[in-house]
């Protein structure tokens, strides 16, 4: 799997701000990667560069681990 991400944290706060914009907007997108400190440059990629973030492509999400458990 080459664009895994290793850092599952970041990667749950991405899947978040995903939503955020899908449903609210993507300036509350962006305040909230903001707020919970992702890189800007991760916030620039996945907010306006949807061709550029990982499975986008396949257009998967996920699965993600949070405490033990595997959800998608």
Same mark, same amino acid.
């Given at each position: 799997?080459?664009?895994?991400?290793?850092?599952?944290?970041? &990667? =749950?706060?991405?899947?978040?701000?995903?939503?955020?914009?899908?449903?609210?907007? !993507? &300036?509350? *997108?962006? *305040?909230?990667? *903001?707020? !919970?400190?992702?890189?800007?440059?991760?916030?620039?990629?996945?907010?306006f560069q949807p061709a550029s973030r990982r499975n986008y492509a !396949?257009? =998967?999400?996920?699965?993600?681990?949070?405490?033990g458990n595997i959800t998608s």
């Open positions: 799997m080459p664009n895994q991400r290793k850092d599952h944290l970041t &990667a =749950q706060k991405v899947e978040v701000a995903l939503v955020f914009q899908q449903m609210l907007s !993507t &300036a509350e *997108a962006l *305040a909230y990667l *903001a707020q !919970t400190g992702v890189p800007v440059l991760v916030i620039e990629r996945v907010l !396949t257009g =998967q999400r996920g699965p993600f681990v949070h405490q």
